[in-house]
């Protein structure tokens, strides 16, 4: 079986007067039908550049320089502009962390939304009508004939939030990209959002990634995790497995730094210095200088090995790792 | 560390005399109206103006060396309540003692020294910071300026102040755009430090931090409690932040107290069904493809609050009394406080 959505060997870089950023440097996972790929890590290590990669929304100086993006089989890296516009909000969709990126502040969410269904079926007012008062309803926005016909501003920011999901909904997309979307929210209002991302992918059969820096978010919503740093992936594999025996000292340190995973008023668990500039990495393991695991052979670029079945991390001096294959 | 909090719990009934004690304490700020709403109010329209009652009668009493987090959703009051304790925002009713004075009351060199001793920790360092001033200046300005330091000693002592801050004083020249997120914080604590406080008022101030950073800057107040036998009022929306460090945890929704409690209470026998449901929501990393639910319903408005229990309408457990009867935070068992009237039922 194919997956719905595979990137291989993602590159995008930002060809900028201070020199290339390397934003994304051969990032690959995939995700299936009805399933949650969670894609961590801290601010700068590429999330968002990798989910609008995928949505072809990289703009100048960034171009996508390498890899593919694979959509049931269909490589979008090579699509124009114009095939691309066709499967945008369509079968693939991105649900912004701030949903002003969506929703356009001058227009009632009813045009937003009847537009949206009419830009790629060929359906009735009426009809689009009714698709979007549906999708609302599967929201959990109350009255949605009368927050039809209001503004943008005239909602909270869970339930501006919430529209914005509503109209990613409106085509039953197969793959949502979902970029943040719920940290700036409150959490009960945080907990209504999960709760309808996980309906979505149970019922409608969406692929999902969900891009946070919140390990705890991942941990209740996905199916498999995928560690960002400095651009690339470096350990992936399913959630229960990668959380409770990380393989790579940088997603054993994010998980040490976690509260709750210290023992209350001890000094938390931290990873020393700070992530590297993306102009200027340095050569072999890039979490080399904060690792405490660190060795000579180091210097050299660690491959992404399988460790374990299905589980793979990009250093040569794991933790975790079964007794046979270390 | 641990025998601060020890002593603190085991005062939980009879606390060490308060730093801080909050009596009855409101404020409100009124929106003020737009022009088209000013002349329609001229020819006589019922135009009101809007209040919004960002804190709403609260009670609170901090003790010495405690560590009191201060928890709730976006708009229910944290910085104003926290804006008010650091002597800023001055309430619209009720009254904070500082040490057993009300602030009101204090003028000339204790009103200063009220305001020095307490001091506040934003969450965007970046914005508290001012962008045309080098580190040293930064740290330098307020302690010179009130005769903490004379001109002479102030280089060293600047650099004691970085250096408590986990600066490198080498960066003394730097500005803060040429600082990382993490280091910004460090510059806003040590700015803080410099007119040597006991209170430290800190309004989300690692929200902005990525998790490892956070650790970090966590960490440094810890230490910084141990070290300068420093009181917190440590305001997040983060739970699991709030219950790793603080000693008391107190519940805010919509500009009142809901609950005060010792953390490990509030974290294993909450009493209000809000402070219940805030709970059962915060994911986990320890509970995995868990089914979430959401508290139902939004966060009412501020400028127009429900009547009875704030919480009533969000609320599984409301019966009618709820609906009209605000309910007063009362105590549920030792050191601990609830407002719901569920526990008058039984
Ligand atoms: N200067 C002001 N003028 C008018 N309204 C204000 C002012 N300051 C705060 N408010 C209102 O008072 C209420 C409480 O605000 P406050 O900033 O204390 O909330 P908060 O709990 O700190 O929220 P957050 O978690 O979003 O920081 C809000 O409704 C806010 O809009
Ligand atoms: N338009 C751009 N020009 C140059 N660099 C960029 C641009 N957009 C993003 N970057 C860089 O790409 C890196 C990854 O950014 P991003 O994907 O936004 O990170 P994340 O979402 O993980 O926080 C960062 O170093 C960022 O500065
Ligand atoms: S490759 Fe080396 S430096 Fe990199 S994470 Fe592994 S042990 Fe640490
Ligand atoms: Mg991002
Ligand atoms: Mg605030």
Redesign the interface.
Known sequence: MTATLEVRDLKTHFFTRAGVVRAVDGVSFAVDRGKVLGLVG??GSGKTVTGFSIMGLVDPPGRIAGGKILFKGRDLASLSEEEMRALRGNRIAMIFQDPMMTLNPVLRIDTQMIETVQAHERVSREEARQRARDALGQV?IPSPDERLRSYPHQF????RQRVAIAIALLHKPDVIVADEPTTAL??????????EA?KLCRVTGTAMIWIT?????V???A?DIAVMYAGRVVEQGP??EV?DAPFHPYTV???G??????R????????PG??PSLLDLPAGCTFRARCPRAEPRCAEPPPMAEYSPGRFARCIHPYNVPEMAA | MSAAVQEVAGAGLAPRAPVMELRGVSRRFSRGLDLAAKVAQRLGAPVKEEIVHAVDGVDLSIAKGEVVGLVGESGCGKSTLGRMVAGILPPSDGAILWRGRDLRSLNGADAREAKLRTQMIFQDPYASLNPRLKVAEIVGEAPMVHGIVRRRDLEPYVDEQMRRAGLDPAFRRRYPHQFSGGQRQRIGIARALAVQPDFLVCDEAVAALDVSIQAQILNLFMKLRRELDLTYLFISHDLGVVEHLSDRVVIMYLGRVVEAAPAEEVFRRANHPYTQALLSEVPRIETRKRAFAGVKGEIPSPLNPPPGCHFHPRCPHAFDRCRVERPALKPVAAGHTSACHLNDRT
């Not at chain 1, 730094?257 to 210290?262: A, D, G, I, K, L």
């Open positions: 801290e601010s959990g909270s920011g869970g339930m409150d959490v009960t209002i945080q907990g209504q959002i999960l709760a996980q820096h919140d390990l705890s978010v941990a209740g919503l199916d959630v229960d959380l340190g994010l998980i730094s976690v509260p709750s995973r210290n209350r008023g001890e000094p938390l668990r931290q990873i700070m992530t």
